[in-house]
């Protein structure tokens, strides 16, 4: 009952410095649930997402992103083939700070998918933390 309570308390910790009950969900039952796999299976579940969905522009795709309050999301680089995204939140800041052991797979198949619609070739996206800017880099490639 001790160490159950601890665990209890961590989590209260971490979800009152990083913001909702959804990161209870996101970054203790899902990957407990999902095991080695959660990486890859929440990547496909963001692409799902994104494909129950219809997108014209980039400014949609970051509209969305701050409406669901994943973040604010920046094209800060454009390539032939590639797109580098920004993600930044005062969350994301405060999981660095607290040394909270996250992932972005998620927005990233999300992202990938949803960037589909607007090009006629397939994407695949590579999240990169970059604690010390205090943002996430999310790279589309288009292949």
């Known amino acids: 009952m001790h160490q159950n309570m601890n665990k209890i308390e961590t989590i209260t910790s971490q979800l009152e410095t990083t913001g909702t009950g ?3 969900l996101r970054y203790v039952a899902l990957p407990e649930l999902l095991g080695e796999d959660a990486p890859s299976i929440l990547y496909v579940l963001g692409k799902n ?3 129950q969905m219809t ?3 980039i400014d949609e795709i970051i509209q969305f992103f701050h409406q669901t309050g994943w973040g604010s999301l920046e094209l800060i680089k454009e390539k ?3 797109h580098i995204f920004k ?3 005062r969350i994301i800041s405060k999981r ?3 040394g909270i052991q ?3 797979r998620l927005e990233a198949g999300f992202l ?3 960037m589909e619609q607007l090009f006629p070739e397939s994407c695949e996206c590579i999240e990169e933390e970059k604690p010390k800017k205090n943002y996430v880099e999310l790279r589309i490639q288009r292949f």
């Open 112 to 114: 990938a998918a949803s």
């Open 96 to 98: 660095h700070e607290e």
């Open 22 to 24: 959804h990161d209870l």
């Open 102 to 104: 996250t992932d972005y």
């Open 49 to 51: 997402i994104a494909r």
């Open 55 to 57: 997108f014209t522009s």
């Open 87 to 89: 993600l930044q939140t």
């Open 80 to 82: 032939k083939h590639d």
